[in-house]
């Protein structure tokens, strides 16, 4: 049976009206970013914010990134430091989240930062989500469109088959150039890594000219919880399938080509890898395989990201 995706608009100066109309009462909609996709309310109401949570079934210690224009648009709702500022002239808008101290006088909901005093901020470089911004009077508070522990989306028909027609409206802004979630550093005391992305631990340290603090600390930011981006269905990593039933995503050009071999990237790009992971991961599940196993991918640039996100969803 064809599924009616009516939910689905293309972007273009009429739906950019009716998603700011539908915004400002407080409704969820489906974003394209850069990254992944999301899902996007009004920052600065509590009611908002609580949809967001529930459409997601999302723990609520678990704060949402805050989406934002551009940092003057940011000012009245967090602390900048000199760190911020040397990471956004080089970064943004980007693929980067900064973790932050909240301004007292902010008029984020204390249900999107979790009750915490300090706030993960972004500035999104798509032009879907950046011209959304830049017509409204509030930055949006968009965790990824999925059920919570789930894959990210990286297109408008993954959102629809997280959520079918429960959202009124998902803009459809292509494929998502990154295909994973942004890098989180969190800049309130000595910077640390929150969470790995498409921009690594060694580009930031080379800006900061620091390096990063060890110290544990609490939940500050979406990435952090020890189970995420599980496709579903058992995730082994360093080893080979035991059977044709059981999918193998590999890595490089030494590998054959096989029913059940899935490659991130033939020729060796973890800027490709990264990008196809969700994807790859998604198609293995709807083909029905029981487990996914996975070679040794290289843990440098955009690989410790992937890593990351492989880790998390063994668990």
Sequence with gaps: MKKNYSNIYSFNKKIIKKT?????????????????????????????????????????????????????????????????FKLYKRFC??????????????????????????????????????TLLKFLSFPLAMPSANI????????????FEEFKKKLKIIIDGGRSKIGIESTVVDLTNHPKILRPGI?????????????????????RSPGMMKKHYSPGIPVIIGQKPKNINHAYIVFGKRFKSS????????????KEAAANLYKIMRKIKKNGFKKIYVSKIPS???????????????K
């Design 199 to 219: 921009i690594s631990p060694n580009e930031i340290k080379n800006i900061l000219k620091t390096n990063f603090s060890k110290k544990k600390i609490n939940l």
């Design 300 to 314: 440098f640039g955009p690989g410790i990201a992937i890593n990351d996100r492989l880790s998390r969803a063994s």
């Design 93 to 130: 808008p980007g693929p980067i989240t900064f973790v932050l101290k909240k301004n007292k006088n902010s008029n984020i909901s204390s249900l999107a930062t979790a009750s915490l005093n300090t706030v993960a901020i972004r500035f999104p470089k798509h032009r879907v989500i950046k």
């Design 20 to 84: 700011v109309n539908f915004l400002k009462l407080n409704n969820i909609v489906g974003l394209p970013t850069e990254t992944v996709y999301g899902l996007a309310g009004n920052a600065y109401s509590d009611k908002a914010i609580k949809k967001i949570y529930s459409l997601k079934k999302r723990p609520r210690r678990n704060p949402l990134i805050i989406h934002y224009y551009n940092y003057e648009k940011a000012k009245k709702d967090v602390y900048f430091n000199k760190n911020f």
């Design 259 to 270: 029913k059940n071999y899935f490659n991130l990237s033939k020729k060796g790009d973890l």
């Design 148 to 159: 919570s522990s789930g894959l990210s989306p990286i297109d408008a028909f993954n959102v």
